[in-house]
């Protein structure tokens, strides 16, 4: 718990600081109640160093089933983007604001479901420690939840998105997720305007 009462996952982060410690350490987080029905934790993949880190909100349906983050339809949507924007994706590490899937079962199906703010509070110490472990020079923030968990709960990435704006020692550029791609009644329009914010935070780093 944090200092509030609160659950929190800062009890589960290891003494040693590195991403193997922490990936090792999360996958037995009981920081919140999301573990109890997800199938494993989440966590964020890529190079200890890199330059960008990317923020979703949480695995979906296919991330939680193997175990990778963005490796399901928007994960494509992103792996395009990234290549288009020329952003090296080997030098890209991907992660989420909360690192276990919440959903409601609907018949065989699982339906994604927003985290709660105090499920995104109580996973925020492992994504710090990420953020402190590969100290990015560029942070893209992918939608309202992962800009609520960086950028403050007033953050709205409609009227921000795509202005490079300082975070810690990095620079944050916030940005649609790539799930909204999908959802849209436009996709071209709003891959577009996706890609468009992927191409400012390359210019940013």
């Known amino acids: 718990?944090?200092?509030?009462?609160?659950?929190?996952?800062?009890?589960?982060?290891?003494?040693?600081?590195?991403?193997?410690?922490?990936?090792?350490?999360?996958?037995?987080?009981?920081?919140?109640?999301?573990?109890?029905?997800?199938?494993?934790?989440?966590?964020?993949?890529?190079?200890?160093?890199?330059?960008?880190?990317?923020?979703?909100?949480?695995?979906?349906?296919?991330?939680?089933?193997?175990?990778?983050?963005?490796?399901?339809?928007?994960?494509?949507?992103?792996?395009?983007?990234?290549?288009?924007?020329?952003?090296?994706?080997?030098?890209?590490?991907?992660?989420n604001a909360v690192k276990h899937f919440s959903f409601v079962p609907r018949g065989k199906r699982r339906i994604h479901q927003k985290p709660t703010a105090a499920e995104v509070a109580a996973c925020h110490p492992w994504l710090d420690a990420e953020l402190a472990v590969v100290d990015p020079a560029v942070i893209v923030v992918l939608g309202a939840t992962a800009a609520q968990a960086l950028l403050g709960r007033t953050f709205r990435v409609t009227q921000h998105r795509g202005e490079p704006m300082p975070l810690g020692n990095a620079l944050a550029v916030a940005t649609i997720h790539p799930s909204a791609v999908l959802r849209a009644p436009d996709r071209d329009a709003a891959y577009a305007g996706f890609l468009s914010d992927l191409q400012a935070a390359a210019r940013a780093a």
């Not at 987080?29 to 573990?35: E, I, K, P, T």
């Not at 890529?46 to 960008?52: E, H, I, S, W």
């Open 1 to 95: 718990m944090d200092k509030d009462g609160n659950n929190s996952a800062a009890e589960f982060l290891p003494d040693q600081l590195d991403l193997e410690s922490l990936r090792r350490a999360a996958a037995g987080c009981q920081g919140c109640g999301l573990y109890r029905n997800a199938t494993q934790t989440v966590f964020g993949e890529g190079p200890g160093q890199a330059t960008f880190m990317l923020v979703g909100e949480q695995p979906g349906d296919q991330e939680d089933r193997q175990g990778h983050p963005f490796v399901g339809p928007a994960g494509r949507i992103l792996d395009k983007g990234l290549a288009e924007a020329g952003i090296p994706r080997d030098d890209v590490y991907v992660t």
